[in-house]
C-alpha cells in the first residue's frame, strides 16, 4: 500500500519521464521569464488532484500549498500555478495519449469504461424519441430503479 506522498513521487517520475519524451518532439516554447514550477511539476499536481477529485486549478494550488509545499517548494502564487497550468494543456493531451499507448489502451480489443446514464425521455416516450436514435439506448438505473 503506498502513503500518498509515495504515490505523488511515482507519478512525478512517471510524468516527467514521459514529457521527456514528449519535449524531444514537442520542444517546449516559453516567452518572457521561465515559470517557477517545471511542467512536470504542474502535471503532476493536476493527475495527482484528478485522481484526487479535485478538479479546479484554484483548489489544486490550495491543497499542494497547504500540504505538499515541502514536495514542491517553488509554488509561488496561485496566479502563476493557474496560468502555468493552462498553458500545459497540450502537453496533458499528449501525455495522456503517450500514457495510453504505453498501457495498451489503442491495441486491446475490450475496454471497460464506466458510464453515467443520461435520461433523455422517458420509457413511455422512448419508442417514438428522435433524439440520438443511432446512439442511445434502453438502460436501467438501480439508484432510482428505473428503466
Known amino acids: 500500500m503506498f502513503s500518498i506522498e ?23 516554447k516559453r516567452r518572457g521569464f521561465a515559470p517557477s514550477l517545471r511542467e512536470s511539476e504542474v502535471l503532476t499536481m493536476q493527475v495527482v488532484a484528478e485522481f484526487l477529485g ?4 484554484k483548489d489544486i494550488w490550495k491543497y499542494f500549498h497547504r500540504h505538499w509545499l515541502g514536495l514542491f517548494p517553488n509554488l509561488k502564487s496561485r496566479y502563476a500555478f493557474i496560468r502555468q ?43 417514438n424519441c428522435r433524439s440520438f436514435k443511432s446512439q442511445a439506448d434502453y438502460g436501467f438505473c438501480a439508484a432510482k430503479k428505473q428503466t
Open 85 to 127: 497550468a493552462a498553458n500545459c494543456w497540450q502537453y496533458k493531451e499528449l501525455l495522456q495519449q503517450k500514457l495510453a499507448q504505453h498501457l495498451g489502451a489503442f491495441s486491446d480489443q475490450l475496454h471497460l469504461i464506466d458510464g453515467l446514464p443520461i435520461p433523455l425521455c422517458s420509457f413511455s416516450r422512448a419508442p
Open 54 to 57: 479535485i478538479d479546479a486549478d
Open 6 to 28: 509515495e504515490f505523488i513521487i511515482a507519478v512525478f517520475c512517471c510524468v516527467d519521464d514521459v514529457l521527456i519524451e514528449i519535449t524531444q518532439i514537442y520542444p517546449i
